[in-house]
């Protein structure tokens, strides 16, 4: 066994290594826009605000959730609401581990 060889192996774990974490992180990103779902407006992945129950659409030019009702007889109100979905405390558990590293 000479020293070489084990400088060599050494070098090869670590190269292991990193394309490991690389493909975790991957995978990470996967089960983020898996878990986080769509926005049904504009489709863009939502997003978790961390520290809150609420996965929210951080699209700038999402047109959100528009909703219009009668404010008396003849006044009508819209009222723009951005696209949000909340979330169970399963759900936070989850979110709170997967987005841990996203913001
Ligand atoms: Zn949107």
Redesign the pocket.
Known sequence: MSMNENGRKSQDQKTFKNKKNTNREEQREKSRRKFAGT??????VLSYISGTNVMV?K?PS???IVKKRRNGDEETVTEVL??FRCLDEKGMEIASNLFAEAE
Request: net charge positive; aromatic share 0%.
């Open positions: 926005c049904r407006m504009c489709g863009s659409c699209n999402c047109k959100g951005p696209v």
